[in-house]
């Protein structure tokens, strides 16, 4: 079980909104809790943050800790005439799940407005017509009349919009349910580990913090490793529970502790 501080951090970090290129909540909420512990902190160009805890040794060796800020979500590429909106997937999603779930879009303001994705009865879907639908073929409702009542509520070409998805205890607090747990979990460990290390003076230096834009490429890693240079990289992210089905065999089973990743698509640890 989490403790409170523990599950502190998963609500407030799941709750906050910030799809690839739009993580400008996260990195607040990590520069907050950086500067509330008096740390010193490293940005990049592109928007990832990391913490620095220095070591006293001379010519220390350095150590980064690493999650990304980045959800998966929608940016507004279309307004129609008659104030339903269309978007572009940011990230992988699978559209199975989408259609009937109620989503946020942030303002110009920067202020959020509810909504839902469109959903046809499946009695009124015509044979030719897909039964899984594509992401351009979403329509997203915010209650508007026309685009230019859209318009006027702050709706903007580019703007945010991510699916809703409270944070919520189940079964006493033993699973815990929410958007955004990919990957606000790993950043929710690194500050934990912060926590953790609060009073120890280390033999390196500890970079830990979030990195942009992996949902689309890894790409704030690839700046964050280059600005940092570390000798050793630890990443802090999401799997899939793939015991579902109740087959014990498969890797993933939830609650059954941390998975070491050893080889994917892009990297092979060591």
């Not at 599950?7 to 509330?36: C, P, S, W």
């Not at 897909?130 to 685009?147: A, T, W």
């Not at 050793?232 to 498969?250: E, F, M, N, Y």
Request: hydrophobic share 40%; charged share 20%; with cysteine.
């Amino acid at each position: 079980m989490l403790n409170d501080t523990q599950k502190k951090y998963l609500r407030e970090l799941t709750q906050l909104n910030g799809i690839t290129g739009q993580e400008n909540e996260v990195a607040r909420y990590l520069k907050n809790e950086f500067d509330t512990r008096r740390l010193t902190y490293v940005t990049d160009n592109l928007g990832s943050i990391f913490a620095l805890k220095k070591s006293k040794m001379a010519n220390p060796f350095k150590v980064m800790v690493a999650g990304h800020m980045d959800e998966v979500g929608f940016i507004v590429i279309e307004i129609l005439e008659h104030g339903l909106i269309k978007g572009h997937a940011v990230g992988g999603l699978n559209t199975l799940a989408l259609t009937s779930q109620r989503v946020l879009l942030r303002t110009k303001s920067g202020s959020y407005i509810q909504g839902t994705i469109d959903a046809t009865p499946p009695h009124l879907l015509k044979d030719t017509e897909q039964k899984v639908p594509e992401v351009k073929n979403l329509l997203f409702d915010f209650g508007f009349s026309s685009k230019q009542d859209a318009l006027d509520a702050g709706v903007y070409i580019g703007a945010m919009m991510v699916v809703w998805g409270p944070f919520v205890e189940l079964n006493g607090g033993r699973r815990l349910m929410s958007k955004a747990f990919d990957n606000r979990y790993g950043l929710a460990l690194g500050l934990d580990l912060l926590d953790e290390l609060n009073d120890v003076e280390l033999p390196f230096d500890l970079y830990i913090g979030g990195t942009v834009q992996e949902e689309v490429g890894l790409r704030g890693a690839t700046t964050a490793a280059h600005m940092i240079s570390p000798d050793v990289a630890i990443v802090l992210d999401c799997s899939p529970a793939r015991d579902s089905s109740g087959d014990k065999t498969q890797w993933g089973q939830l609650g059954g502790g941390v998975l070491l990743r050893y080889i994917d698509g892009s990297m092979i640890a060591y």
